[in-house]
């Protein structure tokens, strides 16, 4: 790959099982796992550049955090209050009165962050234009502020009805909190867009977080040495200082995955690809996300079935991975998760003491796994183990061992293909114009045979696929999202656009100076969201400085997505947008130069199953091992690459490459002859 | 069973997923090219897989009412629509003829294995999305009617496609008969759509597996939904189980409505018999058979696995007795918009209240078993326009075994969401005064019927308002000693002319004229408790 900047930059990705580190040094990437360490993650930080021998020479930090996210989830977040208008505080109970489940008697909502006793209400009340109908009584305010105290309430949300079109009383309320000693979090500030729920919801998130993802950012960053740069991953796909994420924590929440993304777009394009669809399968989920030049981004999402209103990749989980549980239902069905066997005891193969077949068992006994190569070797399969818990299951089944392991792939990759259907088919995307990246520890052992049922024709599987999230620290920007609802008829915006997006920008110039950076390092990118007069849902257009354009090229949008347009219809402007992107100059990605072929040889012969023109076969297929594999090197299926984190499983009838920047690119004949009759192909 | 023992469980778990992505891929193709917002946002549609018998073999369903309904719109576009070609598809939303209400309408188009007439047909598929005005006497077509008329317009089963062409004069007559024409041309576009796309992909389906095999793979999955429908029946304990309870009134008296279930299990199958339920009313109650049959099947459904496959194997378990002229299966022409959304929850009720006799650790107490419908009408002062702002309120759900109720929430045959006060202030001349959970309003026991809803309006010009609520007499009741939640309540405040403030309690269905400054209280009933209070 080619490499910029000439510094040391780390990218850091702490998970639930390791901590992933990639070292930028000069022109040289270098990868790392350590141990997790839940209690304290800074400390398997610590000790990962100690082993990496970085700790005084990390010039920059590029971070995923689980902080804020497991704060929520397992409910240590600090003990938060919440402020509302007078009538309204159990709004964030209410949500929108819809049940979780349909049809299940038992199910239960979680209980909302704030219980009652710490919600308090301020008569006050504003229109929807912002103008005052009843002004804040500041005694309501104080007396809050006493049971506050009282209760031992550390941090406080305050969300108020049409705050975000008149912040004035939230001001003063906030104003008031915070020389009480309050952690606030204001609903004008992190949310300024109208739906009282969603914006309760997540400023309420933002204040249960945002003390304890503080001071974990200010231990870490003062165990660094000094002056080194600390950025944090966000939902959006970009990365906010450290400085800002504390502040904001509530765009962490849903940063998880979103770096695989990021990574999986850059190997993509180092491979040539512009439109992939990253698939990152794990032990206990698959998360999925297609990438048209950039990733598709969503408005909201959940975190504990909470709602997250803020600018995030459109990322779709499964509950199917390499630990993925197979069982029988009641009427004779085979399912694959989403119990998942987790890391303890694991799949049956680990040899830790799992009973329940898994992915991984079948995988076992399908030879698709290597006993001796997994994790490099430090960790030895269980053979025996995996054929007997798959036996089991074969038995119910009434089928041979092998025969039930192939059916526990296709039950699971049938699943995995209906999550990819979700992000393409379902968004009015075609996947057989798209590549398939692959990654996690089980994604590049399905990655081909679900290409096959899919019609993707290509399948990319980058040099590192067991640590791509932490490589994708390294090609994020910093990215700052910002809005405000206005809610104006579009033939009468103009006036009112101007102004809220010359707050917009002065709030975000203000931002980069206080993070050390000039506007003109940044790029602005103001945006309209437009709808129909009286429709609900809107469509995000860029907004140049005149809105008749930004209302032409939401009819052609609309055209194109909805497959009609109203052109006669007045359009409404719901929110005013600005994205503001300071580019990473950290690394680059650029496709090489196609190498000098040349055929490898492998290292031994593996005897796997194989399914061939819809038969079960057994054969002998080539192994490579991955790091004996240079650019140019050729592979034809059947074969077996393994390598430390991962194993690739060619099937017959794909072939392919290693590319210039040692990414694997594989292509199938069948799907490619498919093209080409029926002209589907680029 | 017997097609199916040739069937292995991994074919027809591959299966079983290949199907439902077909319907959910309609779902998505509709949402994504519909025009209105209760379609495109509050997803009030399903859509659906039929073999060539027209037996469901797959559902997407978001919309428990819609659930046995379906397989009859199929059935009736058979009997009355044969024969088909390629590119026919039939609409309809008589409820007399497979429809539930008249807002709810119906695209079914038959799916042949090429455009070729002489090809093979395969199945149907079918859609249902519940469109935002379809005529009548009210806007948002929701009427207190006092017949089927007077709801909207009536749609039997034709072909609005023939050969894929449109019959332009058909859809000029539906158009001109509804008050928001381009919208409702827009969604019966994006129905079209929706069915095209399930074609397409029951064809690629079909061609992956032959005809011979898809045809067996179907039989096996009808098999199978019955096979998980008879495990849920077998733990109902064999008997006779009874149950009656009461609708407030049908708008039109004030004389109680019972409905009457006898639930009789053999170990294999159920009988839901409602004999002894009220002769059908002048009121809008009526509900059609299919809807007492969504409901029934909803209640089975919730017996079942919560990723059980819907499809018609699972109704061979039940047999379902419903009297005709009865309010449970009113005959033409009947109205029927309250039945849909009301009489529902009450049949809901009755036959969990009969299967808690069974299943005692098992069923909930009664949840609020109305929807709270409002609709508000009238010309916003700041445009000049007319607008119709409907809504429905969430309530109490009845307390478990050993959980208590949730509050504030859209139960059983309901789950649609509601309109953010924000959204609301800027869209309607009306001021949200007051939203919170009612409490105290869930029933006392060793678990805790779920609060009600206070959602108070004021109004900032005159209106008309139309309430159609439920349990506002009867109390949603209790299980194993757990006491009632509390009765829904409307009111209405408004300045007397000696210039207090007056507060009038209104009927569970009313329709009144309100005045700039007034204001009415909603407040829902809370759900049953479970168990005596410790």
Redesign the interface.
């Known amino acids: 790959m080619r490499v910029g900047v000439e510094m040391v930059v780390v990218g850091v990705d702490t998970g639930g099982t390791f901590t992933d580190f990639v070292v930028l040094d000069g022109k040289r990437i270098v990868v790392h796992k350590e141990l997790s360490t839940p209690e304290d993650p800074v400390r398997a930080i610590l000790q990962g550049l100690a082993a990496l021998g970085l700790q005084d020479r990390v010039e920059w930090l590029v971070h995923g955090s689980t902080v804020a996210t497991n704060a929520v989830l397992e409910r240590r977040g600090a003990r938060t209050g919440l402020l509302t208008t007078a009538?309204?505080?159990?709004?964030l109970?209410?949500?929108?009165?819809?049940?979780p489940?349909?049809?299940?008697?038992?199910?239960?909502?979680p209980a909302p962050l704030v219980p009652?006793e710490w919600r308090r209400e301020a008569r006050e009340r504003l229109?929807?234009c912002g103008r005052i109908l009843l002004p804040l009584e500041e005694e309501d305010v104080l007396r809050a502020i006493g049971e506050f105290r009282a209760a031992g309430v550390e941090s406080v949300a305050i969300c108020f009805?049409?705050a975000f079109a008149n912040p004035t009383h939230e001001r003063r309320a906030a104003e008031l909190l915070r020389e009480a000693g309050f952690w606030v979090s204001a609903s004008h500030e992190v949310l300024p867009e109208?739906?009282?729920?969603?914006r309760t919801s997540t400023t309420v998130l933002n204040a249960y977080v945002g003390p304890l993802m503080g001071r974990y950012l200010e231990r870490l960053g003062s165990a660094l040495p000094p002056g080194v740069v600390l950025h944090v991953m966000q939902s959006n796909g970009g990365v906010l200082s450290g400085r800002t994420a504390a502040r904001e924590a509530v765009r962490t929440l849903l940063s998880g995955p979103a770096a695989g993304v990021v990574g999986a777009r850059a190997v993509a394009r180092s491979a040539g690809y512009d439109r992939v669809i990253s698939f990152d399968m794990g032990g206990t989920s698959t998360d999925v996300c297609l990438i048209d030049g950039v990733p598709r981004e969503r408005s909201e999402g959940t975190i504990g079935e909470f709602p997250v209103r803020m600018p995030m990749l459109d990322i779709h989980t499964v509950g199917a991975g390499g630990g993925s549980i197979a069982w029988?239902?009641?009427?004779?069905?085979?399912?694959v998760g989403p119990r998942s066997a987790g890391a303890d005891p694991g799949p049956a193969a680990y040899g830790k003491g799992g009973e329940e077949p898994t992915v991984t068992d079948a995988a076992v006994v399908l030879g698709w796994l290597v006993p001796d190569a997994f994790l490099g070797g430090a960790m030895e399969l269980d053979v025996d183990a995996a054929w007997r818990v798959i036996g089991r299951i074969a038995g119910i089944?009434r089928?041979g061992e092998e025969e039930a392991a192939l059916?526990i792939m296709?039950?699971a990759e049938?699943?995995m293909a209906?999550a990819i259907?979700v992000v393409s088919?379902?968004?009015?995307e075609d996947p057989r114009e798209y590549g398939l990246v692959a990654f996690g520890g089980a994604g590049p052992m399905v990655a081909c045979r679900l290409a096959s049922k899919l019609h993707i024709p290509a399948v990319i599987i980058p040099p590192t696929p067991g640590v791509l999230s932490a490589l994708g620290l390294l090609t994020t920007d910093l990215i700052r999202d910002y809005l405000r609802t206005v809610?104006v008829p579009a033939e009468s915006a103009q006036p009112s656009l101007q102004s809220a997006l010359a707050d917009l920008t002065a709030q975000a110039v203000r931002d980069l100076s206080s993070d050390g950076i000039l506007p003109r390092d940044a790029t602005f990118h103001p945006a309209l969201d437009l709808r129909y007069h009286?429709?609900?849902?809107d469509l995000t257009v860029p907004f140049t400085g005149d809105t008749q354009t930004a209302v032409h090229r939401f009819h052609k949008l609309h055209e194109r997505?909805?497959?009609?347009a109203?052109p006669t219809e007045p359009v409404t402007v719901v929110n005013v947008r600005l994205r503001v992107i300071v580019p990473a100059r950290r690394i680059r990605w650029e496709p090489a130069p196609t190498p000098h072929l040349w055929e490898p040889t492998p290292i031994d012969q593996r005897s796997i199953i194989l399914e061939l023109h819809d038969n079960i076969v057994r054969e002998q297929v080539p192994r490579f091992q991955r790091d004996q594999l240079g650019p140019g090197a050729i592979l034809v299926g059947p074969a077996l690459v393994t390598q430390y984190d991962t194993t690739i499983v060619i099937p017959p009838g794909w072939r392919g490459m290693v590319d210039g920047n040692e990414n694997i690119v594989l292509h199938s004949r069948e799907v490619e002859a498919e093209r080409h009759t029926s002209g589907k192909g680029r | 069973m017997t097609a199916s023992e040739t069937i292995d469980p991994i074919s027809l778990a591959v299966f079983t997923a290949a199907l439902s992505a077909i319907a959910e891929e309609m779902g998505a193709a509709l949402q994504r090219s519909s025009y209105s917002p209760n379609i495109k946002e509050r997803l009030d549609f399903s859509c659906a897989v039929f073999d060539p018998e027209g037996q469901m073999i797959a559902q997407a369903a978001h919309i428990p009412a819609h659930l046995g309904s379906m397989p009859d719109s199929v059935r009736t576009a058979l009997d009355q629509c044969a024969p088909f070609a390629p590119g026919d598809v039939v609409i309809l939303n008589d409820p007399y003829l497979g429809g539930n209400h008249l807002p709810d309408i119906t695209l079914v188009s038959p799916v042949f294995l090429t455009d070729d007439p002489t090809s093979e047909l395969l199945g149907f598929v079918a859609n249902r999305a519940h469109h935002a005005d379809v005529g009548g006497i009210s806007p948002g077509s929701m009427p207190i009617a006092t017949e089927l008329f007077q709801e909207g317009i009536i749609i039997p089963p034709i072909k609005l496609w023939e050969g894929d062409k449109l019959n332009q004069a058909a859809l000029r007559l539906i158009l001109r008969n509804v008050r928001t024409p381009d919208e409702r041309r827009g969604d019966l576009l994006a129905q079209y759509a929706a069915n095209r796309t399930g074609i397409r992909r029951l064809r690629e389906v079909v061609a992956r597996y032959g005809t011979t095999t898809y045809r067996k793979l179907s039989h096996a999955v009808l098999d199978y939904g019955e096979r998980l429908a008879r495990e849920a029946v077998r733990l109902i304990p064999p008997g006779t189980y009874r149950f009656t309870d009461f609708l407030d009134d049908d708008g039109t008296s004030d004389e109680p409505v019972p409905i009457a279930v006898t639930v009789t299990a053999d170990g294999e199958t159920l009988v839901v018999d409602f004999s002894g339920t009220a002769s059908e009313r002048p009121g809008t109650i009526n509900t059609v058979e299919t809807v007492t049959k969504s409901a029934v099947y909803y209640v089975l459904r919730c017996l079942m696995p919560e990723d059980t496959p819907m499809n018609h194997g699972v109704f061979r378990v039940v047999r379902i007795i419903a009297p005709p002229g009865t309010v449970v299966n009113a005959r033409p022409q009947r109205a029927v918009a309250g039945g849909n959304v009301e009489t529902s929850q009450r049949i809901v009720d009755v036959l969990f209240g009969a299967l808690a006799q069974a299943l005692p650790d098992l069923i909930p107490a009664a949840s609020q078993g109305t929807m709270n419908n409002i609709t508000i009408g009238g010309i916003d002062p700041r445009t000049g326009q007319p607008f119709a702002y409907y809504e429905t309120l969430g309530g109490g759900m009845g307390a478990r075994p050993g959980l208590d109720g949730l509050s504030g929430i859209h139960v059983h045959m309901s789950n649609t969401r509601n309109t953010p006060v924000e959204a609301l202030e800027y869209a309607y001349p009306l001021r949200v005064t007051r939203y919170a959970l009612r409490e105290g309003s869930g029933g006392h026991g060793r678990f805790r019927g779920g609060d009600g809803l206070i959602r108070e309006l004021e109004f900032l010009t005159d209106a008309e308002v139309t309430l159609l609520t439920e349990r506002r007499r009867f109390a949603p009741w209790g299980l194993q000693g757990g006491e009632s939640g509390m009765t829904g309540r409307n009111l209405f405040i408004r300045q007397s002319t000696d210039g207090k403030e007056e507060t009038i309690t209104l009927r569970s269905k009313h329709r009144l004229t309100v005045h700039r400054g007034d204001r009415i209280r909603i407040e829902t009933p809370g759900g049953g408790g479970w168990g005596t209070a410790g």
Do not use: C, T, W
């Not at chain 1, 489940?101 to 909502?109: E, G, I, M």
């Not at chain 1, 009286?534 to 849902?537: F, I, L, R």
């Open positions: 009538g309204f505080r159990d709004v109970e209410i949500g929108r009165q819809n049940r489940r349909l049809y299940n008697l038992r199910q239960v909502k009652r229109d929807e009805l049409f109208y739906r009282e729920y969603e029988l239902d009641g009427g004779g069905v085979l399912h089944l089928k059916g296709e039950v049938a699943n209906g259907r088919v379902a968004r009015g809610m009286g429709q609900s849902y997505l909805y497959g009609y109203e």
